[in-house]
C-alpha cells in the first residue's frame, strides 16, 4: 500500500491542499454565505454596488475582450498555429465523449434554460440596433438572430481560449500544474506560478466559478419550482428553493465522486442523445417548413450584422446601453465567471489533441448543437405567440418568470406532459454535468493542479456550491443570480484577455511570426542595411 493510502481520506485532503488558495477562496465564499445569515440588507447592498460599477465602467470592455477573443480563435482554426499539439500522448477520449463532455460541462444547462424563452424577449423588446416593431413579423427573424448571436461562438469562446491556454502549457512544459493562473505563464513566467500574482488569479478563479455554477444552479432550481407551482399547483417557497437546490447538489456531488470515466463522459453521453431526441422532436411537432426559413435568415443575419453586434453598446441611443447590459453584458459575463472552471475542465480532456481541433470543438462544434437548439424551441415558442396558439405574455411582461416558458410551450404540444418530463430531466442532467465538472476543477484548482483530488475536498465544494446558489435565489431570484455572474465574471474578463496576450506571445517567438516578418523593425529604422540579392547593398560613400 503506498504512503498516500496510508494517509487515510483526511490525511489525503489534508496533503493535498494549496492552503493559500483553498483558504481565502474558501474564505471569500464562505463569508458571502455567512454575510446572507447575517444581515441579507448588507449582502443586498455589497451586490447592488458592484453591479452598478462593472455596468457602468467595464461594460464596452468585456465586449471589445470577447470579440477579440473570437476573432483570434477563428485564426487559431485556420492559420498555422492551429497544428500545435497538447502533449505527446494520444487523445484520452473519442472524438464524440470529447465534443459531449465539452458541450456539457461548459453552458448547455443554460442553453436549455433559456431555449425557449429568450427570443421572446427580443421580439417583445428587439435590440435597439435593428429598427423593427415589437411584436412584428420582422421582430421574429430579428429575435432568433440575436438568440443565436448571445449562444454561439462568443460565449463558447471564453471558455475555449481558457482551456487551450491552460492545457498548452500543462501538457507541453514540465513542472507547469493544471490550475487556471498556468494559463499565463508567458507572462508571470514559469518560474513564478506559485508566486502572489498566479496564487491571487487562482483565487479569483475559485470565486468566479463559484459564482457562475451557483448562478446556473439557481436557474435550474427556479425552473424546477415555478414549473412545480405552474404546472401541479405545487408551491414550495423558500424550503422548496432549498430542497430542490439540496437535491440537486447531492446528485452532482454522487456523479462527481464517481470520477470522470464513470460519471462525467457517462452522463454527458446520455444528456446528448436525450438533447438530439428532443430537438427533433420539437422540430417535427412545431411548424417544421417555418422554422428551417426563420433559422436560415437568422443565420445569415447572425454572420452578416456579428461585428457590429459584438461591438454594439448602444451610445447616443435611448434605452440602448441599458438593453445592452441586461442582455449581452450580462450573458458574457456569466460565460466569463464560468470561463474558469470551463477552461480547466477542457484542458483537463484535451490531451492529445491539437490547438485547431480543440478550438474547432470549442466553438464552431458547439456552436453546430446550439443553433438548431434555439431555432426549433424558441422559433416554435415565437410562431406559437404570434399567431395566438399559446400565450406567453405573461413572462413577456416579467409578471411571470422565464421558467415557466417551456411549459407553456408544451402545453400546446400533443403528448405534452411528456416533453416536460422530458425537458426537466434534460436541464437537471446538463446541469449536474456541468456542476460535478466545475467542483471537480476547483477542488483541482485548490490542491495545486491534482487532476484527482480527494472526495473530501470535493464534496465540500459541493456544499458550498449548493448553499452559494440557494442563498442567491432566496436573495433575489434571477435578479440576484444575474448580478452575482457579473460581480463574478467581469474580472475574469481581463484574465482571459491576457491569457490570449500570452499565447500570441509565446506562440509567435517559438513557432514563428504569421503577420510580420522576423526582422521587422516596429519603431524607428533599421541597423541592417538592405539586401540585393542576398548581399548588402553599399552606400555611395564607400
Known amino acids: 500500500m503506498s504512503n498516500r493510502d496510508d494517509l487515510g481520506a483526511v490525511g489525503r485532503f489534508r496533503e493535498e491542499l494549496d492552503p493559500i488558495v483553498f483558504l481565502f477562496g474558501a474564505g471569500l465564499t464562505v463569508g458571502v454565505i455567512a454575510t446572507f445569515f447575517i444581515s441579507r440588507s448588507t449582502l443586498d447592498w455589497a451586490i447592488s ?4 460599477f462593472f455596468l457602468e465602467y467595464l461594460n464596452w ?3 471589445v475582450i470577447v470579440f477579440l477573443v473570437v476573432v483570434f480563435l477563428l485564426f487559431l482554426i485556420l492559420g498555422p498555429w492551429g497544428k500545435i499539439k497538447f502533449g505527446d500522448d494520444p487523445p484520452e477520449y473519442s472524438f464524440l465523449s470529447f465534443f459531449a463532455m465539452l458541450y456539457s460541462a461548459g453552458f448547455a444547462a443554460g442553453v436549455v434554460f433559456w431555449g425557449p424563452t429568450e427570443a421572446l424577449f427580443y421580439y417583445d423588446n428587439p435590440s435597439p440596433l435593428f429598427d423593427v416593431s415589437s411584436q412584428s413579423g420582422p421582430a421574429m427573424a430579428v429575435a432568433v438572430q440575436q438568440t443565436l448571436f448571445h449562444w454561439a461562438l462568443p460565449q463558447l469562446a471564453v471558455f475555449t481560449i481558457m482551456g487551450i491556454a491552460i492545457g498548452y502549457f500543462a501538457y507541453n512544459y514540465e513542472n507547469v500544474p493544471l490550475r487556471v493562473s498556468s494559463a499565463l505563464t508567458p507572462i508571470l ?76 463522459r457517462r452522463l454527458s453521453n446520455f444528456n446528448m442523445i436525450l438533447f438530439v431526441i428532443l430537438l427533433l422532436a420539437t422540430f417535427i411537432v412545431g411548424p417544421t417548413i417555418f422554422l428551417v426559413l426563420l433559422g436560415t435568415q437568422a443565420l445569415s443575419g447572425m454572420v452578416t450584422n456579428f461585428v457590429s453586434m459584438s461591438l ?29 472552471f470551463a477552461g480547466l475542465f477542457i484542458a483537463r480532456i484535451s490531451r492529445g489533441r491539437t490547438v485547431r481541433e480543440v478550438a474547432f470543438t470549442g466553438i464552431v462544434a458547439t456552436s453546430a448543437a446550439t443553433i438548431p437548439w434555439f431555432v426549433s424551441l424558441g422559433g416554435t415558442a415565437l410562431y406559437a405567440q404570434h399567431n395566438e396558439i399559446a400565450d406567453f405574455s ?34 437537471t442532467t446538463f446541469f449536474i454535468t456541468s456542476a460535478d465538472s ?66 500570441i506571445k509565446h506562440f509567435t517567438s517559438t513557432y514563428g511570426r504569421v503577420l510580420l516578418q522576423e526582422e521587422t523593425t516596429l519603431i524607428g529604422s533599421s541597423d541592417t542595411p538592405p539586401t540585393v540579392g542576398g548581399a548588402a547593398q553599399s552606400s555611395d560613400d564607400d
Open 312 to 340: 454594439y453598446t448602444g451610445a447616443g441611443t435611448e434605452g440602448g446601453t441599458q438593453w445592452m447590459n441586461d442582455w449581452t453584458v450580462f450573458y458574457w459575463a456569466w460565460a466569463l465567471s464560468w470561463s474558469p
Open 394 to 427: 405573461s413572462v413577456m411582461a416579467f409578471e411571470q418568470g422565464a421558467e415557466v416558458t417551456g411549459f407553456i410551450l408544451f402545453e400546446a404540444f400533443p403528448l405534452g406532459t411528456v416533453f416536460m418530463i422530458a425537458f426537466l430531466i434534460l436541464v
Open 438 to 503: 466545475s467542483t471537480l476543477a476547483v477542488s483541482m484548482m485548490t490542491t495545486g493542479g491534482k487532476a484527482r483530488p480527494s472526495n473530501i475536498n470535493r464534496v465540500f465544494w459541493g456544499i458550498v456550491l449548493g448553499m452559494t446558489a440557494a442563498i442567491l435565489m432566496i436573495q433575489g431570484g434571477v435578479e440576484a443570480l444575474q448580478s452575482a455572474a457579473i460581480i463574478t465574471g467581469g474580472p475574469f474578463a481581463f484574465v482571459c484577455f491576457l491569457a490570449m496576450l500570452g499565447l
Open 61 to 63: 470592455a468585456l465586449l
Open 49 to 52: 454596488g458592484l453591479n452598478t
Open 189 to 264: 513566467g514559469k518560474e513564478n506560478l506559485d508566486g502572489p500574482a498566479a496564487k491571487a488569479i487562482d483565487i479569483l478563479a475559485v470565486f468566479a466559478t463559484i459564482g457562475g455554477v451557483a448562478t446556473s444552479l439557481g436557474f435550474i432550481g427556479s425552473q424546477f419550482v415555478t414549473g412545480l407551482d405552474y404546472q401541479w399547483g405545487i408551491d414550495l417557497g423558500d424550503t422548496g428553493i432549498l430542497l430542490v437546490v439540496t437535491t440537486m447538489t447531492l446528485l452532482f456531488t454522487i456523479s462527481m465522486v464517481l470520477g470522470v470515466n464513470r460519471g462525467i
